[in-house]
């Protein structure tokens, strides 16, 4: 069975266990206490020598990293619609991965690091960055329903993490309403895991 080493705070591991849930697909977690440092464990260090969640392992395919995971499923599990077959539709959806692990991993991704994990680094920029991030995506989606055009793919899913969380890193959400509109529309999608609360 397909195993994922995941982490309920980790908005990464956060899109691996939506995506799995959204595409139905059977597996079983493994936790990975980040708080505990159980990342660095000699044996986790054998499955991601980087030390991070999440890591998917579906037999001998060992993957680490949630934007290559979310390739992995979307073409084995996706049935042509969450990762499309052809050449734009595909690249439409890399250009957003790329955003995703690029910009909004940089902003709103970081803002939260600081704010919730206690990394170092300049809040008030990171905030500065995801707002005018947020604008573009504002733009967007006021445009279409979702990223890479009018249906649901693991873009979608892969930027609503740290999206849905950018107000825990003190990025409040309420001027973009195309935003919480897509927000809202992927949530009702079956299957739809809730972004991870944060310790109270
Ligand atoms: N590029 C990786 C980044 C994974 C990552 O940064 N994971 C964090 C949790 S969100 C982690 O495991 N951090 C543990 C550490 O750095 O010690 C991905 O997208 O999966």
Redesign the pocket.
């Known amino acids: 069975m397909i195993r994922l080493y995941d982490?309920h705070l980790?908005?990464?591991?956060h899109?691996v266990r939506n995506l799995l849930s959204v595409l139905g697909v059977e597996h079983e977690r493994v936790n990975?206490d980040?708080l505990a440092g159980e990342?660095?464990a000699p044996e986790f260090l054998t499955l991601n020598p980087f030390?991070?969640?999440?890591v998917l392992v579906d037999g001998d395919v060992v993957l680490?990293?949630?934007?290559a995971?979310a390739v992995y499923l979307g073409r084995k599990f996706g049935r042509g619609e969450w990762l499309p077959v052809d050449a734009e539709g595909e690249a439409r959806v890399q250009e957003w991965l790329a955003i995703c692990?690029g910009e909004v991993?940089n902003a709103p991704g970081f803002a939260r690091l600081i704010t919730v994990f206690g990394a170092e680094g300049d809040l008030e920029e990171a905030q500065q960055k995801s707002h005018a991030l947020l604008e573009r995506f504002e733009e967007h989606l006021s445009e279409q329903p979702f990223l890479a055009g009018e249906r649901p793919t693991i873009a979608d899913i892969t930027n609503y993490s740290y999206i849905a969380l950018a107000p825990d890193g003190g990025v409040e959400l309420g001027a973009y309403p195309a935003i919480r509109g897509w927000l809202e529309r992927l949530e009702k999608l079956p299957g739809f895991e809730p972004a991870p609360q944060q310790p109270a």
């Open positions: 982490f980790s908005g990464n591991a899109k990975v980040l990342q660095r030390g991070k969640v999440p680490r990293d949630s934007s995971i692990t991993a």
